[in-house]
């Protein structure tokens, strides 16, 4: 007769069978822990390493839009991290007092055309005031957003117009540069434009890139081109330039029936925009353009290094980026 307990550590009956103590017989049938060993605990061990491998291979296989990710997620926090860390300064005081939600849309608009910059932006953000509020986070929130979709934008759109080389490093320079960072951290229509603009270029070179026998792509790259020119405009005057530089590239570098096409496009863009810009020649206030005669070259030339380059350690971060991407390319090279 057994002195042990069925199911207990010390119980040694002899296995069904045969002699010899099976593994179960030491845990007992009954017990948990070896009914997880009867349905093949063993098992786990490959199945974790199988599962892992299929990771590893899915990394590998997406490994480039992982990294377009990692990249979007690193801008995106640059460009909303302590967003409300410094007060307003006197622009985005302006922006403000121009989009004050307890004003009538008759003020507003009042405010809107006396100002140099076309009137979309401040559309956006009187909109933003009356539902966020008008807080240092409320007022740059916009702008943030603004910058993200950017950053979307450009690891989105370029698809197959551009290398993956490229796209990494046109998507990695927007993401860390320091102009693009704070225009998106500030109340003011930069950000908008940054969006904007960026579209704008993607979908130039993407119109330019397009094969013959691609006549949708084309027709559907060339109505974005249109479209976000046309908001471009509206938004700032830099982006009508902007705008017009787009069209005349694609001009220049297309040949048979779409230069045609691309001739008529860009002309319709221009005449919906004379009127405004007709219209708002004779109501803006031009005393606030005369800043920018009193500004020097030397000082222009080095406010746009600044926002090109930043500060040293910006600059340093993008040589070495630079030079990681030139080494990666050579090596891909060979």
């Not at 496009?265 to 405004?276: C, K, L």
Request: aromatic fraction near 12%.
């Amino acid at each position: 007769m057994s002195v042990g307990v069925r199911g207990s550590p010390f119980h040694r009956g002899p296995a069904a069978g045969g002699g010899g103590t099976k593994l179960t017989d030491f845990l007992g049938y009954d017990d948990a822990l070896g009914s997880l060993f009867e349905q093949g605990i063993w098992r786990v061990i490959p199945t974790f390493l199988y599962w892992c491998g299929r990771m590893w291979v899915s990394a590998t296989k997406n490994g480039f839009a992982l990294g377009l990710g990692g990249i979007v997620l690193l801008g995106a926090g640059l460009r909303v991290y302590a967003l409300g860390y410094q007060s307003f300064w006197t622009d985005e005081i302006f922006s403000l007092i121009t989009t004050d939600p307890t004003l009538t849309f008759r003020e507003f608009w009042d405010r809107v055309v006396a100002d140099t910059h076309p009137p979309i932006y401040y559309l956006l953000l009187r909109l933003s005031s009356i539902i966020l509020g008008e807080s240092e986070i409320a007022a740059r929130a916009p702008s943030a957003f603004f910058g993200v979709v950017t950053l979307c934008a450009a690891a989105i759109l370029p698809g197959s117009s551009l290398e993956r080389s490229s796209r990494v490093a046109f998507l990695l320079f927007l993401a860390i540069s320091p102009g693009a960072v704070w225009y998106a951290r500030e109340a003011r229509s930069y950000g908008l434009l940054l969006l904007l603009s960026t579209v704008i270029t993607l979908a130039c070179v993407g119109f330019v890139r397009c094969r013959p026998e691609e006549k949708r792509k084309a027709q559907a790259t060339l109505v974005t081109l249109a479209a976000f020119s046309a908001l471009a405009s509206f938004t700032h005057y830099f982006g009508f330039l902007l705008a017009a530089a787009a069209f005349l590239t694609c001009c220049l570098l297309t040949h048979g029936p779409r230069k045609a096409i691309v001739i008529l496009t860009g002309s319709g863009v221009i005449m919906s925009f004379v009127p405004w810009v007709i219209y708002h020649s004779r109501i803006m206030d031009v005393d606030r353009t005369t800043w920018i005669g009193k500004l020097s070259v030397a000082s222009s030339l080095n406010w746009f290094e600044y926002l090109s380059f930043g500060g040293p350690v910006s600059l340093v971060l993008l040589g070495g980026t630079a030079a990681v991407l030139l080494v990666t390319m050579g090596w891909r090279s060979r």
